[in-house]
């Protein structure tokens, strides 16, 4: 029979401490549902009492599954915890389960809290006595615990004894500072059952500053502890926490965990690991990093034509496990290190059966590598490299022709006396034979420039004829700019990630002296890749 790990995440509270994220409340409820999807058993909401948003949170919390959990401190030292108005605003949320952190290294207890090492433990123990004599099930973060047991491991027993005798359900050891390394996790997670505080009822709480955290978590598991905290996609203060995307897989795909661990999260839910990675950043405006095992863009990216070609025989030569089980996909990109086997298999993906020997691979890999000597990129840009082999094989339909484009950005003056810009655009493109013109200004909804790209992709979306339909759905959601040559023979590469109502995503490149020559090349890439397919279907 598997031994039960219980997955605590903390996204929502731990997560938000990450410089430059700041949750709405309907993202928060947003995310606790993806959360509760995945089949996690604790959310934590926040800490109640600590800004409005969370208080709002908690008013209007999801209905889970998972235990909904708030977060606090311990009472203040010089009042009782009843009086205490901070742990009441924590009690007050309503959730069945309240988590407070509190000190465990006497450091903190002599320096911060200014009190002794005794009245420490009877702030602890009064603290969870009142959650507990509440009806709550209490859970303690044991903070700065790893640090604290090297400098006096009795204290440190001492403090979670306490609390366990005041009837915490789970005492979290907490890597505060993010520092310990999992050879020392292990130990002294081991240690501290030896002592008497039994696994079923330990946590392990790791942060991500020697980017060990992943493994400081799991060598907590090897030692005994049976619950993890993390957050998805490793969010969090400074370097961020224990990245549950990367331990859920983990702990479900791989030995020993996978046959000896039940986490609660099912191999149907596993699938949407990927989804719920995006999601997130997609909340968050930023671009989902590439390199992020098991869900990231690369993951499963095979770009050397050797890796490929021995993909094809057998995916497992190259992939440590079926990235469908992640709910991520297999890439075969091209660039100018590609070989015929790789070409082949990234054609078939792109719906493009060329037999093997067919004399147009040769000349699609011929023009590959001449135009990424140019400085095209197509292992990033896979969209414009579908375009470039159905063109080569006669099998790119006629869509649409722009005529010519104009773009110009004006600086003035406006009514408040402020120096602002805009962009306005005019693009003519020929439809089925008749010639439109469309023009646009890049104003956004608040009067603000988005500049003359933006200007160029609204004009241009105007009006497409019986095209403007389809691309609708269709948005920017990433623009990269790099100069590929220095001096007077730099170039631009553009490239522009998009993205449409069915979640698909794709990237398109330009490349051009100028820069919005190449922005355009790689923004009609990405209008000419959604027709195609979407016709198609």
Same mark, same amino acid.
């Given at each position: 029979?598997?031994?039960?790990?219980?997955?605590?995440?903390?996204?929502?509270?731990?997560?938000?401490?990450?410089?430059?994220?700041?949750?709405?409340?309907?993202?928060?409820?947003?995310?606790?549902?993806?959360?509760?999807?995945?089949?996690?058993?604790?959310?934590?909401?926040?800490?109640?009492?600590?800004?409005?948003?969370?208080?709002?949170?908690?008013?209007?919390?999801?209905?889970?599954?998972?235990?909904?959990?708030?977060?606090?401190?311990?009472?203040?030292?010089?009042?009782?915890?009843?009086?205490?108005?901070?742990?009441?605003?924590?009690?007050?949320?309503?959730?069945?389960?309240?988590?407070?952190?509190?000190?465990?290294?006497?450091?903190?207890?002599?320096?911060?809290?200014?009190?002794?090492?005794?009245?420490?433990?009877?702030?602890?123990?009064?603290?969870?006595?009142?959650?507990?004599?509440?009806?709550?099930?209490?859970?303690?973060?044991?903070?700065?615990?790893?640090?604290?047991?090297?400098?006096?491991?009795?204290?440190?027993?001492?403090?979670?004894?306490?609390?366990?005798?005041?009837?915490?359900?789970?005492?979290?050891?907490?890597?505060?500072?993010? $520092? *310990? &390394?999992?050879?020392?996790?292990? %130990?002294?997670?081991?240690?501290?059952?030896? !002592?008497? =505080? @039994?696994?079923?009822? /330990?946590?392990?709480?790791?942060?991500?500053?020697?980017?060990?955290?992943?493994?400081?978590?799991?060598?907590?598991?090897?030692?005994?502890?049976?619950?993890?905290? $993390? *957050? &998805?996609?490793?969010?969090?203060? %400074?370097?961020?926490?224990?990245?549950?995307? !990367?331990? =859920? @897989?983990?702990?479900? /795909?791989?030995?020993?965990?996978?046959?000896?661990?039940?986490?609660?999260?099912?191999?149907?839910?596993?699938?949407?690991?990927?989804?719920?990675?995006?999601?997130?950043?997609?909340?968050?405006?930023?671009?989902?990093?590439?390199?992020?095992?098991?869900?990231?863009?690369?993951?499963?990216?095979?770009?050397?034509?050797?890796?490929?070609?021995?993909?094809?025989?057998?995916?497992?030569?190259?992939?440590?496990?079926?990235?469908?089980?992640?709910?991520?996909?297999?890439?075969?990109?091209?660039?100018?290190?590609?070989?015929?086997?790789?070409?082949?298999?990234?054609?078939?993906?792109?719906?493009?059966?060329?037999?093997?020997?067919?004399?147009?691979?040769?000349?699609?890999?011929?023009?590959?590598?001449?135009?990424?000597?140019?400085?095209?990129?197509?292992?990033?840009?896979?969209?414009?490299?579908?375009?470039?082999?159905?063109?080569?094989?006669?099998?790119?339909?006629?869509?649409?022709?722009?005529?010519?484009?104009?773009?110009?950005?004006?600086?003035?003056?406006?009514?408040?006396?402020?120096?602002?810009?805009?962009?306005?655009?005019?693009?003519?493109?020929?439809?089925?034979?008749?010639?439109?013109?469309?023009?646009?200004?890049?104003?956004?909804?608040?009067?603000?420039?988005?500049?003359?790209?933006?200007?160029?992709?609204?004009?241009?979306?105007?009006?497409?004829?019986?095209?403007?339909?389809?691309?609708?759905?269709?948005?920017?959601?990433?623009?990269?700019?790099?100069?590929?040559?220095?001096?007077?023979?730099?170039?631009?590469?553009?490239?522009?990630?998009?993205?449409?109502?069915?979640?698909?995503?794709?990237?398109?490149?330009?490349?051009?002296?100028?820069?919005?020559?190449?922005?355009?090349?790689?923004?009609?890439?990405?209008?000419?890749?959604?027709?195609?397919?979407?016709?198609?279907?």
């Amino acid at each position: 029979m598997k031994t039960r790990l219980c997955l605590y995440d903390t996204t929502l509270r731990d997560g938000q401490q990450t410089q430059d994220v700041q949750f709405s409340t309907e993202e928060k409820q947003q995310i606790a549902r993806a959360l509760d999807d995945l089949g996690v058993d604790y959310i934590e909401g926040g800490w109640p009492g600590a800004n409005p948003t969370d208080n709002a949170f908690f008013d209007a919390a999801p209905k889970t599954t998972a235990k909904m959990t708030a977060f606090g401190m311990t009472k203040r030292p010089g009042m009782s915890a009843q009086n205490d108005d901070v742990l009441a605003a924590v009690l007050n949320a309503g959730t069945n389960s309240v988590c407070i952190v509190g000190k465990t290294h006497e450091f903190h207890v002599k320096t911060a809290l200014g009190i002794t090492l005794d009245e420490n433990l009877v702030l602890l123990r009064d603290s969870i006595a009142h959650i507990v004599a509440s009806g709550r099930e209490a859970l303690f973060d044991a903070e700065h615990f790893f640090d604290g047991y090297k400098a006096n491991p009795d204290y440190a027993i001492a403090c979670l004894q306490t609390v366990r005798d005041a009837g915490a359900r789970w005492i979290v050891l907490c890597d505060t500072n993010g $520092g *310990t &390394l999992p050879a020392e996790v292990g %130990r002294i997670t081991g240690e501290v059952i030896a !002592a008497g =505080i @039994p696994g079923e009822s /330990l946590g392990i709480h790791t942060h991500d500053d020697t980017e060990n955290a992943v493994a400081c978590t799991l060598a907590a598991v090897d030692a005994g502890a049976r619950q993890i905290q $993390g *957050t &998805l996609n490793g969010l969090g203060e %400074r370097c961020g926490n224990a990245n549950l995307t !990367a331990l =859920i @897989p983990i702990l479900l /795909l791989k030995e020993p965990y996978a046959s000896t661990y039940d986490i609660g999260v099912s191999k149907n839910a596993l699938k949407g690991l990927t989804r719920t990675s995006r999601m997130l950043d997609e909340i968050l405006n930023r671009v989902p990093k590439k390199q992020a095992g098991f869900v990231g863009s690369s993951a499963f990216a095979h770009k050397a034509g050797l890796h490929a070609s021995a993909i094809l025989k057998d995916p497992s030569t190259y992939e440590h496990v079926d990235p469908a089980l992640v709910g991520n996909t297999r890439i075969i990109p091209m660039s100018n290190q590609a070989g015929q086997s790789n070409l082949r298999r990234r054609l078939t993906e792109a719906g493009l059966e060329v037999p093997k020997g067919d004399p147009a691979l040769g000349r699609i890999l011929e023009e590959v590598k001449a135009r990424e000597a140019m400085g095209y990129a197509y292992d990033t840009a896979q969209a414009s490299f579908e375009l470039l082999a159905r063109d080569a094989l006669g099998q790119m339909p006629e869509l649409f022709e722009v005529k010519r484009y104009r773009v110009t950005v004006e600086r003035r003056k406006n009514k408040h006396n402020q120096m602002v810009s805009l962009s306005e655009a005019v693009v003519v493109v020929k439809v089925d034979g008749e010639k439109r013109m469309s023009v646009s200004d890049s104003m956004d909804e608040i009067g603000g420039d988005r500049g003359p790209v933006n200007a160029l992709a609204k004009a241009l979306a105007k009006d497409l004829g019986k095209y403007s339909a389809l691309i609708e759905d269709m948005r920017l959601v990433d623009f990269k700019v790099r100069i590929t040559q220095g001096g007077t023979e730099a170039v631009t590469r553009v490239i522009i990630d998009s993205e449409d109502g069915q979640g698909r995503r794709w990237s398109t490149v330009g490349v051009s002296a100028n820069i919005v020559d190449a922005s355009f090349e790689a923004l009609l890439d990405a209008i000419r890749w959604k027709l195609v397919r979407d016709t198609k279907e």
